[in-house]
């Protein structure tokens, strides 16, 4: 979303054409891990004809029985001490004492991880860090550290220039006494280098003849330059109870070694592989600073250049780089620089006179104070920043975190007893996005953070880093702007104007040609998936998206149906017909002509057209009821095995034979409060082959369509650790529920035409001092900090959990920077960074002014699901309350001045108690109704996956009464007319029987009519003559040609526009059997089982008293 003030530039994906590109695939050999020295759940072996095996160390179980893993994906970190100093070690505890071998192979090119912070192990959710959990459930935000030997001076800090390499460590699950294999791919070198200029998507030339694989082949040309890797020792580590063990995949990139070299922002060359692509220290040859580098002192932060002048919207055509004419003379040392840069004094001072927003600290006695829900939908609060670094910031849709004033100490943050994290939505579609092609991408010689609008420029040759204070110099190549063609400003180029921009990554960042798009499609065939008729929907859907599915000419497509057996379907050029093999043999499941079942799109389409029109008939009779998902997984594992890409699972029952089926493990009557609720998987299967499938960048996404139980706590383990997702339509038929039809085809339509990335990874960096310790989202941790992703979407959203571990005395402002390397389904490598600056203080009052309540909710959110699996449902509903009463408590005993009866809260908090309230009232964590486990689950899913604005929808829905909408205040977009009715709180109080209401619940709305509504709005809205007439399950509005109706359904479009699902509409009359989850609904209400809003914030503060 462009920001206000910034120019737009051109759509962000563009058309770009590629020219076809060679692509083979050939079978990589590796030594598989032995699992004989694993505990349980920890290793396994798997065994794939003629493709790489997968080796993977997961997570230690969280209970003593075997594969009882954590849910969501929640992944805590290492912990290591800290670099040293120049020829010292990087000390880090593995889990294990083995040491590793190298050896050639395939894997796609990965960042490796950033040691910018020393993060400590943490058990799930971040909950302390020992053998049990206290009475007391609450959280403690900050990191416990491990007891481990530590020494030289203290943690986070960076390479020193003239530092040999510290490569990351081999780390190996703790009793593995195996040899982990990493790979790596070595290209040839060709075609033609990428001009450096600056264009607008759709004018990137490609690389016309990309090299082919050559797995198996020696590296080229002279060993790499730099120094020897120094080789960090193992430490002895205590790992706590319930803490998650680093973990190692056997393709982990971080490992992996090409034979490339590629130019740091110095001129120096650095070896091709993640750790110096995308990592922090690594080897490189001595660097003598331009200029004397003091840590402690002139850290300059932001520039005080103007920000991008109009012209960068015309950005010229890429072409030639238009460098000077021979005959001008250039400076080539450091030169005096006449912009002043934005230093610590400068920033104080103009920063002084920056109040800090009164409001945010207001008091609120929310006993008295009733209406405190804003009638329009919740902003995020705006920085304290001087403006014109502001201006330049991450639009907080894509980045956001909880304290936007960040506490100076940890001691400072544990007082305010508030949580800091970032909550990110890095692939978010977006309508302008500054796309850069360079030959040079310049980035930190020590942390590698790319150049960002929060850099300092000493003079016109040298830069600092914001996150770690190195000094760099200025490439040559960046001293040109291409857009204003202008030589020798490079604070006006494009990459330090933006705080969200997409490189185009040159071939230092690939190890292997961008693999190409490949989807395959697994369906649930058995009779009780026939019936639901679900295959009608999505082979019509697919038929009709076929030309859109996201690709080049390289793009791939294949289809397997399963019930007891397996049918794979040749999809050859040539054959007049589609050709079905069906293997009956689930025990041991091979490929048939592998060849012929993953065909070219583009080569094949007459037969993938003939069998989506066919295949919903080909099974009408069957009687088959078994469900073989487990060995149709396996086996699509091994169809996408060489390639990588995307496989969609459609499943309409409890798998019951092979491997991973799986038995019911639900009593209908059985209440939430239960202690043996079952929010654990029952196997590890799914996840070993989710964490196989991770390792051949192959991600799975789940479509769950079931009346019945289906076990989504294990099902969902596929998707999870896969960086997919999962869909979940309850009781789907395609008679007897027409709008669960409607929004599958909806979402499908959506699900297939969306823009993919493929074998991508994401890194967080974040400024000296700060430290990452627990991540959330679909996706698995590699080497550390490493999240990969082989696949991303732009619907998904991820969290993080930080800590302060060294005082951030001397600073102004910190920043955090979020890498996602991805190659598009054009072929493209590509890189979207996002950088946010936040100002740091030191006083408790200003932690609380700058507080965004919905970030903090999200993200306390995320570690409720983590707290539910670890510990139980009702540990993690305590932490939620006990989180509300000790950021309260600490309020009113530390920044209070003038003690007050009631419950005090800062006016940025006064929302929380209410939030807190509705996250507990949520099917993920409500008690003592008869909530259905998989929706129990599902709903944990969303909460883990979804992006923050979607999920504060999910838990507090918006109501609004549009019986009577008019046009005042309404929005104009694209010639139409949007009302905005004012949003209300959630209480039967604010519903009257005279009106009409609508409740968008994100994935749901609800229109509510009451019985004494007026005839105007039912005959001229609802299309009936009177409210008896209106049918117990209307599901749609119709559309009349009446200004009632138009705007009505003019509110509900844009509503449903804003998401990137499809929420169904039930118009509910009072008798109807909607009504109950209407009215649960509303929050601030009392139900069966949950305060109301009022009597929860008397149980506050109670306890806020004591």
Not at 368 to 393: G, W
Not at 416 to 429: M, Y
Request: with cysteine.
């Amino acid at each position: 979303m462009a920001q206000p003030g910034r120019p737009a530039y051109g759509s962000q994906n563009g058309a770009e054409q590629t020219q076809p590109q060679p692509y083979s695939n050939g079978p990589v050999q590796s030594s598989l891990m032995n699992s004989s020295h694993m505990p349980g759940g920890q290793a396994y072996n798997s065994w794939v004809p003629g493709v790489y095996s997968q080796q993977t160390s997961t997570k230690n179980p969280l209970h003593t029985s075997s594969g009882q893993y954590s849910y969501g994906g929640s992944q805590p970190v290492s912990s290591f001490s800290n670099y040293q100093g120049p020829g010292q070690t990087l000390n880090r505890p593995p889990t294990g004492s083995s040491l590793a071998t190298v050896q050639p192979g395939l894997v796609a090119h990965m960042p490796p991880p950033l040691q910018n912070s020393a993060a400590g192990s943490a058990s799930p959710g971040s909950f302390p860090s020992g053998a049990n959990f206290p009475s007391h459930s609450n959280w403690q935000y900050g990191q416990t550290p491990l007891n481990q030997p530590t020494t030289g001076s203290p943690a986070n800090h960076f390479a020193h220039p003239a530092a040999t390499a510290a490569t990351q460590p081999l780390l190996s699950s703790s009793g593995n006494t195996n040899l982990p294999t990493s790979y790596h791919y070595v290209s040839s070198p060709g075609g033609p280098p990428v001009q450096n200029s600056y264009t607008k998507p759709g004018s990137v030339p490609l690389p016309l003849n990309p090299p082919a694989y050559s797995p198996v082949q020696p590296p080229l040309g002279p060993p790499p330059i730099g120094n020897p890797a120094s080789t960090r020792p193992s430490v002895p580590s205590t790992t706590p109870l319930g803490s998650i063990a680093s973990q190692t995949v056997e393709n982990s990139t971080a490992k992996q070694e090409g034979d490339a070299t590629s130019t740091a922002s110095d001129g120096s060359l650095i070896q091709n592989n993640y750790d110096t692509i995308e990592g922090g220290g690594f080897p490189a040859t001595a660097h003598t600073p331009s200029a004397p580098q003091n840590l402690k002192t002139n850290r300059h932060v932001g520039s005080s250049y103007p920000s991008l002048p109009p012209g960068y919207q015309n950005a010229s055509p890429s072409g030639a780089l238009r460098m000077p004419p021979p005959g001008m003379q250039y400076p080539s040392g450091p030169q005096p620089f006449p912009q002043p840069a934005m230093g610590t004094n400068n920033l104080a001072a103009s920063m002084s006179g920056l109040s800090l927003q009164p409001e945010g600290l207001r008091p609120i006695n929310l006993l008295q104070d009733r209406n405190i829900l804003p009638t329009s939908p919740l902003q995020a609060p705006v920085p304290n920043l001087p403006e014109d670094i502001q201006k330049l910031n991450c639009h907080p849709e894509l980045f956001r975190c909880t304290l936007t004033n960040i506490p100076q100490t940890q001691a400072l943050l544990n007082k305010a007893k508030l949580p800091l994290g970032l909550l990110l939505h890095p692939f978010k579609d977006l309508s302008q996005l500054p796309v850069v092609t360079s030959s040079t991408i310049v980035r930190c010689r020590s942390c590698r953070t790319y150049i960002n609008p929060f850099v300092s420029f000493l003079d016109q040759r040298r830069w600092k880093c914001n996150l770690c204070y190195r000094v760099n110099d200025v490439p040559e190549e960046f001293m040109y702007n291409p857009v204003t063609r202008v030589y020798g400003e490079p604070h006006k180029r494009p990459e330090v104007q933006n705080a969200t921009i997409e490189f185009m990554a040159p071939s230092e960042y690939m190890l292997r040609p961008p693999q190409p798009p490949v989807y395959l499609f697994v369906f649930d065939v058995s009779h009780n998936a026939i019936e639901t008729g679900y295959l009608n929907t999505i082979c019509k859907t697919l038929l009709d998206n076929l030309d859109l599915l996201p690709g080049n000419t390289r793009t791939k497509i294949g289809f397997i149906t399963f019930d007891s057996t397996i049918h794979f379907y040749s999809l050859q050029e040539g054959l007049s017909q589609p050709q079905m093999l069906i293997v009956s043999d689930i025990e041991d499941v091979f490929i048939p002509m592998p060849e012929n079942l993953l065909v070219s799109l583009n080569e094949s389409k007459e037969l993938i057209q003939d069998l989506l029109r066919t295949l919903p008939q080909m099974f009408i009779n069957s009687l088959e009821t078994q469900s073989a998902l487990g060995p149709a997984l396996q086996a699509a594992f091994k169809l996408m095995s060489p390639t990588g890409g995307r496989i969609s699972v459609f499943q309409t029952q409890l798998p019951s034979v092979g491997a991973g089926a799986l038995k019911p493990r639900e009593e209908p009557n059985q209440k939430a409060s239960a202690k043996d609720i079952h929010l654990t998987p029952s196997t590890d299967f799914y996840k070993k082959l989710a964490l196989d499938c991770s390792g051949q960048q192959v991600a799975v996404d789940l479509f769950l369509l079931s009346g019945q139980y289906s076990d989504l706590a294990s099902l969902g383990c596929i998707s999870r650790y896969s960086a997919g997702s999962v869909y979940y339509y309850q009781s789907y038929h395609h008679q007897q529920n027409p709008p669960l039809v409607e929004k599958l085809q909806k979402e499908l339509k959506r699900y297939l035409t969306r823009k993919i990335g493929f074998e991508a990874v994401m890194r967080i960096r974040c400024t000296k001092g700060l430290s990452i310790h627990t991540f959330h989202g679909n996706f698995f941790v590699r080497s550390t900090d490493l999240l990969s992703l082989p696949n991303v979407n732009p619907d998904a959203g991820y969290a993080v959990q930080m800590s302060v571990e060294e005082s951030l005395t001397d600073m102004q402002v910190v920043c955090f920077q979020s890498a996602l390397l991805y190659t598009s389904s054009k072929g493209e490598r590509r890189i979207r960074v996002h950088t946010l600056c936040l100002p740091v203080v030191n006083q408790l009052s200003d932690v609380y002014t700058g507080a965004d309540v919905q970030a903090i909710t999200g993200l306390l959110a995320n570690m409720a699901v983590d707290r539910s699996v670890s510990a139980s449902l009702s540990d993690a509903r305590d932490a939620l309350v006990n989180a509300v009463i000790d950021s309260l408590s600490a309020y009113r005993s530390s920044v209070l001045t003038v003690q007050q009866p009631g419950l005090m809260a800062p006016f940025s908090l006064r929302l929380f108690p209410l939030y807190v309230l509705a996250l507990l009232k949520q099917k993920a964590f409500q008690t003592g109704t008869n909530t259905r486990l998989d929706d129990r689950i599902f709903t944990m899913c969303q909460v883990k996956n979804q992006p923050l604005v979607y999920l504060m929808l999910m838990m507090h829905p918006s109501l609004y009464r549009i019986d009577n909408l008019t046009d005042q205040g309404a929005l104009s977009i694209n010639d139409r007319t949007i009302p905005q009715p004012p949003i209300l709180q959630l209480s039967v109080e604010k519903i009257s029987r005279d009106g009409a209401y609508l409740m968008d619940a994100g994935s749901v709305m609800y229109l509510w009519i009451g019985k004494n509504c007026g005839q105007n709005f039912i005959s001229r809205v609802l299309g009936v003559p009177n409210y008896a007439s209106i049918p117990h399950n209307m599901a749609h509005l119709p559309e009349l040609d009446t200004t009632e109706s138009s705007r009505v359904l003019a509110f509900i479009s844009w509503l449903r526009e804003q998401r990137p699902f499809f929420p169904t509409l039930y118009i509910i009359r009072e008798e109807s059997p909607w009504k109950p989850i209407f009215l649960q609904n509303m929050i601030e209400d009392r139900t069966e089982s949950a305060l109301s809003y009022y009597e929860f914030l008397l149980h506050i503060q109670q306890q806020v008293n004591k």
